[in-house]
T-cell receptor, first 118, second 110 residues
Framework: DAGVIQSPRHEVTEMGQEVTLRCKPI?????LFWYRQTMMRGLELLIY????????DSGMPEDRFSAKMPNASFSTLKIQPSEPRDSAVYFC????????????????FGAGSRLTVL | GQSLEQPSEVTAVEGAIVQINCTYQ??????LSWYQQHDGGAPTFLSY????GLEETGRFSSFLSRSDSYGYLLLQELQMKDSASYFC???????????FGSGTRLLVRP
């Protein structure tokens, strides 16, 4: 398996522009997570899905952020309009509960999308 | 809610042993996980403890004491490539949210 695949790896945009980050989870994994990492706030969970259904989006900072998972192999995180404070590395991760309790604690992360908003 | 505390930085010498501690406060407990992240890289899973005691995986071991709400990651025979950030993590009670500590930056010196 190629692992969790994210695109783009780097994105530089100007304030006010729309940003779309993409993620392909590991085939067969039933949970998908979007995290944001900054020096100040560390690794924050934004939203997670189970079998393509959003379960908890309490970490989404505000209405400018939205996430979708139209099918088991694809998810997007959209920021519209983007602001400089959104600059961060955004990670997508997936996991499988098929392995029981441990599986739920074993996340496989993608390489991340580094976003810079000028 | 959940909260985790770990030291911000640890420095050790190549070939030595280092222990990275983690204390947690949770309303319920599913187990303690550890992740490694190199600069510019993604977090990668290292270990998981659901029960008290020591779990060993090669040079890395992880320990849990549920009564003390405490765990640690032990790295032996340190190598330069072990320089990275190490995160402990717990699942939020009643959900599949994995909450990460703020991370411990390990610097291995020659």
């Amino acid at each position: 398996d190629a692992g969790v695949i994210q695109s783009p790896r780097h994105e530089v945009t100007e304030m006010g522009q729309e940003v779309t980050l993409r993620c392909k989870p590991i085939s067969g994994h039933d949970y998908l997570f979007w995290y944001r990492q900054t020096m100040m706030r560390g690794l924050e969970l934004l939203i997670y899905f189970n079998n393509n259904v959003p379960i908890d989006d309490s970490g989404m900072p505000e209405d400018r952020f939205s996430a979708k998972m139209p099918n088991a192999s694809f998810s997007t995180l959209k920021i519209q309009p983007s602001e400089p404070r959104d600059s961060a590395v955004y990670f997508c991760a997936s996991s499988s509960t098929g392995q029981g309790a441990e599986g739920a604690n074993v996340l496989t992360f993608g390489a991340g999308s580094r976003l810079t908003v000028l | 809610g959940q909260s985790l505390e770990q030291p911000s930085e640890v420095t050790a010498v190549e070939g030595a042993i280092v222990q990275i501690n983690c204390t947690y406060q949770t309303s319920g407990f599913y187990g303690l996980s550890w992740y490694q992240q190199h600069d510019g890289g993604a977090p990668t899973f290292l270990s998981y403890n659901a029960l008290d005691g020591l779990e060993e995986t090669g040079r890395f071991s992880s320990f849990l004491s549920r009564s003390d709400s405490y765990g640690y990651l032990l790295l032996q025979e340190l190598q330069m490539k072990d320089s990275a950030s190490y995160f402990c993590a717990v699942r939020d009670w009643g959900s599949y949210k994995l909450i990460f500590g703020s991370g411990t930056r390990l610097l291995v010196r020659p």
